[in-house]
């Protein structure tokens, strides 16, 4: 019994996360669908330009894995929301214990891009070659 992971779609990264949105018809998930916009197009820009590496250190990020276990993630991943009413927040932050991504508020692609590729460029291994 061997496993053998295929290799990481941005589409299937994109559907491991479950939302967590704010209340319908608030200023709060207008933003926030804004934002996972730009997580879409994120991912389908990665795909395009690096492959399933980078799609597989986005998930590493996130979750502490670079695949998806034969079984699945004993917590679904999931994508959170840093508003600046709860202090403003420029990078995204992930917790792997509980595989939550959490994103800013960010009015621009190119600001999103920018702070997420730092974010996982520089937090690879936690620290450790």
Known sequence: MCYNPRPLTADQVDGLFHIRWSEEGSNQKREERTVVAFWRDYL?????????????????????????????????PSLE????????????????????????????????????????RNTQGFGMP
């Open 81 to 120: 929301f840093l508003h600046p009413s709860g202090g403003a927040a420029k990078f995204p932050v992930a917790n792997t214990c509980i595989s939550c991504l959490r994103l800013p508020i960010y009015s621009t692609y190119d600001c999103f891009k920018t702070n997420m590729d730092f974010a996982i």
């Open 44 to 76: 389908q820009d990665v795909e395009e330009e690096d492959g399933s590496k980078k799609l597989g250190d986005i998930l590493a990020f996130a979750t502490g894995s670079d695949a998806v276990p034969p079984i699945g993630f004993s917590l679904q």
